[in-house]
Nanobody, 121 residues
Framework: QVQLVESGGGLVQPGGSLRLSCAASSGSSISIDAMGWYRQAPGKQRELVAV???????NYEHSVKGRFTISKDNAKNTVYLQMDSLKPEDTAVYYC??????????????WGQGTQVTVSS
């Protein structure tokens, strides 16, 4: 299987910035087709924040457009989420997601452990 390890969460004041990282690793060779970020606030459903694919443009949830930027390093199988102008409503546990193929032909989908982002004065 594929393990996703997240880092970069923390506590920031409104208007501050954080950069999340998610690295995918496996004992087998992997080819990643898409990586993205989801978030879940207490009492709410998990929602897509941003996603990027090899052959398409990034997609963003409406409320984060212009503030968040998703990027990737294909050589490192790593995706990043640069979060600027953070608002209290961005407070949530952020989860990394990846889908692709093991050994070229075996589909997989994996989730990270989650990292807490808290925006508060």
């Amino acid at each position: 299987q594929v393990q996703l390890v997240e880092s970069g969460g923390g506590l920031v004041q409104p208007g501050g910035s954080l950069r999340l990282s998610c690295a995918a690793s496996s004992g087998s060779s992997i080819s990643i087709d898409a990586m993205g970020w989801y978030r879940q606030a207490p009492g709410k459903q998990r929602e897509l924040v941003a996603v990027t694919t090899s052959g398409g443009s990034p997609n963003y949830e409406h409320s984060v457009k212009g503030r968040f930027t998703i990027s990737k390093d294909n050589a490192k199988n790593t995706v990043y989420l640069q979060m600027d102008s953070l608002k209290p409503e961005d407070t949530a546990v952020y989860y990394c997601n990846a889908r692709g193929r093991l050994q070229i032909w075996v589909p997989f989908e994996s989730w990270g452990q989650g990292t807490q982002v808290t925006v508060s004065s």
